[in-house]
């Protein structure tokens, strides 16, 4: 370990005697979200605490709403780590970057396809993008209800609509939906409904649009929320109980039919439990519980099962910050984020080997802020 410490030593003093910055250990990006124009904040990891450093925003050509928003992943990027796809929610657009060493290259902005873009994913060259309805009478179908809508890209990263995918969730109300998401195989869009308490997928078909009907089965636990796909078909979900206390659950979801399983397991979490990232092996959990201002760590078996972190039930969530509303662990899982819209700040953790996490620095961002990730 000394003889590692030393080497660190020495290289970071050739670069210094250079002019030569040291490479960031990772690079955490947020959506601002603001009114006045949505931006993505960048920022360095720089030591090994993993305390961060901004080096720059980039104007995403769109609004933001300038408040806090019920969803998760508003910004996401492609496998290769080349593109990067973020949601304007205030007026319906999505904008594609390319990623740069230190910074985002500004690609091209297209319209939604429904009236607020609030969540964002990606398999291979497609991109599908949840938008939240607005309610109004006046409106045509796609703007007044809840939809998702398809997307390509292209070899230099330009989006393009791809024809028919629009999908209306649901033409009889608004579902106040949180999260869209592909499964790992790419055959399966997950979506969760806060307001309706439903669990809805869609198949994939061969023309790169969803099945025309789908599938839809309630939650476990009122208020179905963010999720993440892990090994072997499981999602796990943040159900946050109408801001009582919530839980995270596994299901099983068929990658051939779309179908989602019966519940697999839960565990209890803290208040307002909404959102929910995994280490990079899948076999630890971090939700995050907005009304608590806490993380529940959990640990997940190979059959989908869920068990407490910790031995003693005093030690399960672990202090955040206020009203953290999403977070992000980095993929060698050394460091780990949260993002809090109460008190405007990115909390730093470090990740020891036991998969622990401990208390850093903090940076601060807009309260508006929406969405977090890292490369």
Known sequence: MKLKRQKFTIIAVLFMMLGISMPAAAIIYTSSNELGGNRVIAFDIRNQAGNLTEI????????????????????????????????????????????????????????????????VTVFGTLVYVLNEGSGLAEDAPENRYDTISGFEFNGVGELVAIPDSTRIIDN???????????????????????????????????????????????????????????????????????????????????????EVSSLVDLIDQGDATCWTVLSSDQTVGYSVNTGSGTVSPYRINFDGTIEP???????????????????????????????????????????????????????????????????
């Open 309 to 375: 972190f910790f031995r003693s039930n005093a030690d399960f969530q672990v202090s955040t910050g206020a009203a953290p509303r999403d977070a992000v662990i980095t993929q060698n899982n050394q460091f780990f984020y949260t993002l809090n819209n109460g008190d405007g700040q990115i909390r730093a953790f470090s990740v020891n080997r036991a998969m622990r996490i401990f208390g850093r620095g903090s940076v601060p961002v807009p309260t508006s802020v929406t969405g977090i990730i890292s490369r």
């Open 56 to 119: 720059g925003s980039f104007p995403t050509g769109g609004t933001g709403t300038g408040a806090p928003i019920g969803n998760q992943a508003a910004l996401a990027t492609d496998a290769s780590d080349w593109w990067m796809f973020v949601a304007n929610a205030g007026d319906g657009s999505v904008t594609s970057f390319r990623l740069q060493p230190r910074g985002l290259q500004f690609v091209n902005r297209v319209a939604s396809g429904g009236h607020s873009a609030i969540s």
């Open 172 to 258: 009889t109300q608004l579902t106040a939906p949180a999260q869209i998401g592909f499964n790992k195989s790419g055959t399966v869009l997950l979506i969760t409904e806060k307001a309706t308490n439903t669990l809805t997928t869609y198949l994939m078909q061969a023309d790169n649009t969803p099945a025309l009907n789908p599938l839809k089965r309630p939650s476990a636990v009122p208020t179905p929320f963010g999720f993440e796909f892990g090994d072997r078909d499981y999602v796990f979900i943040t159900e946050a109980n109408g801001g009582g206390q919530g839980v995270t659950a596994s299901y099983r979801v068929n990658r051939e039919t779309g």
